[in-house]
């Protein structure tokens, strides 16, 4: 299917392949399933955890999760060009980067678990059709084709910078990049949650060419959730265990640091629902 550059708006928001609808709205299932149970109760989901999580990952994992499952959601629902022409970037980044370091640690997973294949199943799977609609669709130019400006546009360029360069460190630098997390990462852990910061890089840099309103709501609810729902899993965990330093420096800067993301997320969802606003008025 082609969409022709010089289409109106509602023409460049054709709807996407039954098969990318159909794996996003699995992997929506999945999200809620492990995103909720390892946030809050892991019990319902570390026994079949393809390896063993000690409790600040588990809880970690389970917000990155909850979080992803808000753009895996929009997507699934639309089931057109926008939002999924930010959303599918973000799936295959967060897949592929979570595909190669499985791959890297494979010594993690233990073959004779059936828990086992299933994660690389499904992390090739959705990856590989994350990839071939990206690949498929390339052509399709953006369905608002004007390119964002004044704060919208140096808050993305700053997103990209900033968490591009942070995610790119957790992956080649993972003890130094991870030194002041309130828990000890390990390497496996720190290159996974590279995810957390990578996954909006791609999102803003997507949107730097062209961003509607749901494009901009999607984004920015998900790395609202990117940003908040770890400091909860942080709280959860520690109430369980008590060993977060409350008095460390590096606490409260990583704290701030997931604040910000919130915060920026929310503030790009509300310009999209703003702008909305006052489209839908005029």
């Known amino acids: 299917m082609s969409v022709d550059a010089s289409a109106t708006t509602a023409d460049r928001d054709p709807p996407v392949s039954l098969a990318l609808r159909a794996v996003t709205w699995l992997e929506v299932v999945i999200l809620a399933w492990a995103g909720g149970g390892l946030l809050f109760h892991p019990p319902w989901v570390t026994p079949v955890w393809p390896w063993a999580l000690a409790p600040f990952n588990a809880r970690y994992l389970g917000a990155l999760y909850l979080a992803a499952l808000v753009a895996a959601f929009l997507q699934a629902r639309s089931g057109r060009w926008s939002p999924a022409r930010v959303v599918t970037p973000m799936i295959f ?3 592929l980067v979570v595909t190669i370091y499985s791959f890297v640690h494979v010594d993690r997973f233990d073959p004779a678990r059936v828990e086992t294949w299933i994660w ?16 498929a669709y390339r052509a399709w130019p953006p369905p608002d084709p004007a390119t964002p400006s004044g704060p919208l546009r140096s808050v993305l360029v700053a997103q990209v910078a900033l968490l591009g360069a942070y995610g790119t460190a957790m992956l080649v630098a993972p003890a130094w990049a991870s030194a002041g997390w309130p828990w000890k990462l390990d390497t496996f852990h720190a290159q996974l949650y590279s995810v957390t910061f990578l996954t909006p890089a791609v999102g803003a840099l997507v949107l730097l060419r062209g961003a509607s309103d749901g494009e901009r709501v999607a984004l920015g609810l998900t790395q609202a959730g990117w940003g908040a729902l770890p400091i909860v899993g942080l709280v959860l965990a520690d109430a369980v265990v008590h060993r977060v330093d409350w008095s460390g420096t590096g606490t409260w800067l990583w704290i701030a640091g997931f604040a910000a993301i919130a915060l920026v997320g929310a503030w790009t969802a509300a310009e999209g629902l703003r702008h909305s606003a006052r489209q839908s008025t005029t």
């Not at 499904?122 to 059709?129: I, K, P, S």
């Open 93 to 95: 980044v967060f897949t």
């Open 120 to 135: 690389f199943l499904l992390y090739v799977g959705v990856c590989a059709n994350a990839f071939a609609h990206l690949v």
